[in-house]
């Protein structure tokens, strides 16, 4: 998962043996098991794309969905090609801004998606541009009269509605899509910057600086566009809130006291008068990842389908300066996934056995998530079946490994209709449902279902509730493995829900429909759904 979820402490999960299911299901929990404690096994090695893991994995998924019986879901075949490129950066670096030298991955990270042997940082003047947000539905242009070409801009991450937790100013404590840092670069790129850089805080980010270091540091990869990546922004970097002061120091101001400033419409950029100097050196290497598809093929409305996921990749293996290598095993995150999209696939194709379901519904392990929803985004820009054809998704980033609950959370709640969907399968279960505990870390945008959210297929997000020491102790981290202690009680649950919608929208004519006016929407439109 590209996020850092904040769990429920263990005193909110219920202990109770609840209903299963309205209907029955079968939890193949020793094969469940084995498939987790595979998939996060040191043999394969974080399941990093591009690594000789790759292989490993989707071949084991593959010969998985062989078995249960299912079809090759991509043009006859069950991988899909996902043009990928390797950039590692040279780590000796350091990012001077103004009279001052910052430290490289201790005060700062950096980053570039061009395919580019070297990208030089000179003399670029600093901009400080607020949240860097220009949403004008939100009657908000942090960019307004300012021009950024060339230069290097410094912005907030989250977005003014969680500082304020004004419910009036864009969507209160809750995240907008305009508050995760991915925005921050794509607009920043469109604004015509040479750099960013986003301000790190624990609070409003959602999560440590250590997150940021694991996730950013060494290699990258990223998806390949026909122009080597050029439209990206050259230079994408955070900074920690202490070199933020240190920077705005030199130039003069306060740097808590000017980021109430941004709180305002009325805000202006501020040229902060300091240029800044950065070198990035890096291999570059293009390969082909890949996405597992496959399909259970419908029985009458052949064009249409309900689409599975799970990312079947995690951050794979990191050397450090004493030449120790540390395995991110990623068993949590998101092996757990992968093996309930497995378990679903056995169940929903025994019903299909007795009673073919009329629409097609497609099991997908998406590579690159961690990565930035690379996988996704190739298969939303080139799907399998029409995206105006793809009814909903079903996301499946981490399952709860305790013990059965009495409820289950609804991530983008009154979002889409699909929030009707889960409400009913909860109540089959005696189950509750609640909102996200903690919106504010934007959950909803921050995993491959959102790359289809993007071209107007509305969806549901699972995510396991887990350790509530889970972000602190062991996400994105060596500890991430498979425990024979886990109950996965509620991951029976959550697989049992999830499979009755799954099984409703695969058998009936709707088409769930966005609610909020918003960009999804807008694109759901075009198609005509």
């Not at 670096?93 to 030298?101: E, P, V």
């Not at 109540?427 to 609640?434: D, E, I, L, P």
């Amino acid at each position: 998962m590209n996020k850092a979820s904040l769990y429920l402490s263990a005193a909110a999960i219920s202990c109770i043996a609840f209903n299963v299911s309205a209907e029955t299901y079968q939890f193949h929990e020793k094969q469940y098991r084995q498939d987790v404690q595979t998939l996060s096994s040191t043999k394969f090695a974080g399941r990093a794309p591009l690594s000789p893991q790759e292989k490993l994995t989707t071949d084991y998924l593959v010969n998985a969905y062989k078995n249960i019986g299912l079809l090759p879901g991509y043009k006859g075949k069950y991988l899909q090609p996902v043009p990928m490129a390797k950039i590692t950066t040279d780590q000796n670096m350091s990012l001077n801004i103004g009279d001052q030298s910052f430290t490289n991955m201790t005060q700062f990270t950096a980053r570039t998606e061009r395919l580019s042997d070297q990208i030089d940082l000179s003399n670029s003047d600093v901009v400080f541009c607020g949240y860097g947000i220009n949403a004008p539905e939100y009657h908000w242009n942090d960019y307004q009269g300012v021009d950024v070409k060339g230069k290097t801009v410094i912005v907030l991450v989250n977005d003014p509605g969680f500082a304020t937790q004004d419910p009036n100013l864009f969507t209160g404590n809750a995240m907008t899509y305009y508050g995760r840092w991915t925005y921050k670069f794509e607009e920043a790129a469109r604004q015509g910057a040479k750099a960013v850089f986003v301000v790190h805080e624990t609070a409003p980010a959602g999560y440590g600086w250590d997150v940021v270091q694991n996730s950013v540091g060494g290699t990258q990869l990223s998806l390949v566009d026909a122009d080597n990546n050029n439209d990206t922004v050259a230079v994408m970097g955070w900074l920690q809130h202490d070199t933020a002061q240190k920077i705005f120091t030199e130039a003069g101001y306060d740097f808590d006291k000017l980021k109430q400033t941004a709180i305002s419409r009325q805000f202006k950029p501020i040229d902060l008068k300091l240029q800044a100097n950065l070198t990035l050196n890096n291999h570059v290497e293009q390969s082909t990842s890949y996405n597992v598809i496959a399909k259970l093929p419908a029985s009458t409305q052949t064009n249409e389908s309900i689409l599975v996921h799970a990312h079947w990749d995690h951050l794979g293996q990191k050397v450090d300066s004493n030449g120790t290598v540390h395995t991110f095993h990623g068993a949590v995150d998101n092996a757990s996934g992968d093996a309930g999209v497995m378990d679903l696939a056995r169940n929903l194709k025994a019903q299909a056995d007795k009673a073919p379901f009329k629409r097609n519904i497609i099991f997908a392990d998406f590579t690159g998530e961690e990565a930035g929803l690379i996988g996704a985004k190739q298969f939303a820009q080139n799907p399998s079946v029409s995206t105006k054809d793809l009814v909903a998704m079903v996301n499946i980033d981490g399952m709860n490994t305790n013990k059965a609950q009495d409820y289950v959370l609804d991530y983008g709640k009154g979002l889409s209709t699909l929030d009707n969907y889960l409400a009913d399968a909860a109540q089959a279960q005696g189950r509750t449902v609640k909102p996200d505990p903690n919106p504010q870390t934007g959950l909803y945008f921050r995993s491959d279902h959102f790359a289809l959210a993007q071209v107007g297929v509305p969806s549901l997000l699972f995510m396991g509730l887990g350790d509530p020491d889970y972000v602190k102790y062991r996400y994105h981290k060596e500890a991430d493995q498979y425990e024979v202690s886990w109950d996965l009680g509620a991951a029976q649950q959550d697989l049992a829900l999830m499979s009755s919608i799954i099984a409703k929208l695969a058998n009936n004519n709707d088409w769930p429909k966005w609610t909020k006016n918003s960009a999804f929407k807008k694109r759901r439109a075009e198609d005509g759904r």
